[in-house]
Each structure stands twice: as C-alpha cells, then as structure tokens.
Nanobody
C-alpha cells in the first residue's frame, strides 16, 4: 500500500503562484514515477505533469508548459508542483498519483494510487 497526501492548495489571484506538495508513505520503494492531474467541475481528470522518481524525466501538459514545474525530494518522499502565472482556467482539484510502470505515463488509468486532492482556485 502507498498513501499520498496533497497539500498547498488555496485561493490565489490570476498571475500568482502556489506550490503543491504530495507526501508519499508506505511501500514507496516500488514507485517509478509520480504524476499530477487536475479535475474541474463537470470535466474529466486531466494530466498536468509527471516525473520519474529520481527526477531524470519530466513531462508537462501543453497548457502548463513554462508555467508549472514538477520536482521531487526523495529524502522526504515528496513530489512538488510549483505553479506560476496562474490563470482562472487552472482552477480545479489537483491530485497526485503514483505508478510502478517502467515509464512515465500521462494517462490516469496507468496510475495505481491517488491522493485525496487539494483545491486550487484562481480568481480573475
């Protein structure tokens, strides 16, 4: 079992920044990659960013490239999502997820453990 706990969400004005954290606990040694997804009301859960556990590979959705940065702190078993230049359309519940696949996937069904989510609201 792997437990994931997100934090760092909140309300921010457009153009502002937030840093989300996702602390992993449990059987994390089998983790290959971590991802961030988001889901706005009435919409599907969308890929945001993903990173291999040692940080060698990183991938981003086109909508966040240049604005968001994903990183890991292996000593703390934590993955971060630094979000800058936030826009109202970034408003969503953000989820972190883990996969033990031998690659870094961008599809939600390829992740086997999920956190509870943290709300990010960007006001215009």
């Amino acid at each position: 079992q792997v437990q994931l706990a997100e934090s760092g969400g909140g309300l921010v004005q457009a153009g502002g920044s937030l840093r989300l954290s996702c602390a992993a606990s449990g059987r994390t040694f089998s983790t290959y990659a971590m991802g961030w997804f988001r889901q706005a009301p009435g919409k599907e859960r969308d890929f945001v960013a993903a990173i291999s556990w040692r940080g060698a590979r990183r991938y981003y959705a086109d909508s966040v490239k240049g604005r968001f940065t994903i990183s890991t702190d292996n000593a703390k078993n934590t993955v971060y999502l630094q979000m800058s230049s936030l826009k109202p359309e970034d408003t969503a519940v953000y989820y972190c997820a883990r996969t033990n696949s031998d690659y870094v996937p961008s599809r939600a069904y390829e992740y086997d453990y999920w956190g509870q989510g943290t709300q990010v609201t960007v006001s215009s």
